[in-house]
């Protein structure tokens, strides 16, 4: 773990804080491990700086766009004097500010399943953030394929979903949800820049949680906070038949049992 520079300690004093909670083992292996971030907008790109910042060795990012002033209000990684370019030139760099060590792979670019299997498979654990089911739907299938855990995260006015998929373990994203909301408007979709950034932290700590082993992450269960009132509840993602994108694997369906609040 020594680097030419100097000392573990010397090459570590950016993250002095967190090794109280996850330990040098636990930095090494953040150092080690390598996250594929589905999109970079509100909660994505919230998820993939505070990521860089606890030296995550790593980042590979997708998103495809330019930055659009409606953007502003919650995708920090962009810039209101580059408004009409691409959004991945930008967060790179803002993530590099953050943390210029951390190496980053980045495509402007669609979630498809041959991309996004590719991506996966170099990857440590996913974060879904992306916003449209079809990229959604694309990525679920591609950690199916290959096995990589995923973070579902997502919000919608001012509720926030999280969970952990493990492929072959628990219920995947068509388990959860199997058919598309006809009304769902992905694009203009009300929402608050605080409310996608505590998604996105929120993300990027069940991802650490995966790569370190501590605490206990979400697997097999949504966690569902209403940021108004935070009120939140524990739901455990009960298995049911038929599956249409894991059914080979697993038998499970969307049955959904609240167990706490």
Known sequence: MEK??????EDMSPFARQL????????KLLEKSTVFVAGIGGLGGTAALYLAAAGVG???LAHEGIIKPPDLNRQILMDASRIGETRIPCAVES???INPRVEIEAYPE??????????????????????DFPERYALNEACRQVGTPMVEAAMYAFEISLSVIVPGQTPCLECLYPIRDANWEPLGFPVLGATSGMA???????????ITGIGQPAVGEMVRINTLDLSSVRIKLEDTPLCPACAERRHIHAGIHQIAR
């Open 20 to 27: 109280k909670l996850v330990g040098e083992e636990g930095q």
């Open 200 to 210: 996105g932290t929120m993300a990027a700590l069940e991802a650490v949680k995966w």
């Open 95 to 97: 993530i590099k500010r």
């Open 4 to 9: 030419e520079s100097g000392t573990f300690q």
């Open 110 to 131: 669609r979630i498809t399943v041959d991309r996004a299997v590719e991506w996966a498979a170099a990857a440590d654990i996913v974060i879904d953030a992306r916003y």
């Open 58 to 60: 790593k980042l590979i």
